[in-house]
């Protein structure tokens, strides 16, 4: 499988974009990555018609 990724970043958000070069009828995926007001990095993912989002807590280092 051949993927032409794509990143862009705008108003805080970094978007990445794949689409499959072996797939004409491909429309992408595409992830969406901001940090939320809890500190928290959200990935949010589109495909289809279909949402998921995905929330990352940074762990603390240990003193």
């Known amino acids: 499988?051949?993927?032409e990724v794509t990143f862009?970043?705008?108003d805080d958000t970094l978007m990445e974009k794949h689409v499959r070069l072996n797939d004409p009828n491909d429309k992408g995926?595409?992830?969406y990555f901001n940090i939320d007001t809890d500190d928290k990095l959200v990935l949010k993912m589109?495909?289809?018609g279909i949402t998921c989002r995905?929330?990352?807590k940074r762990e603390k280092e240990a003193k």
């Open 8 to 10: 862009t970043f705008a």
């Open 54 to 56: 995905r929330w990352f």
């Open 29 to 31: 995926e595409t992830y």
């Open 1 to 3: 499988m051949v993927e």
């Open 46 to 48: 589109e495909n289809n």
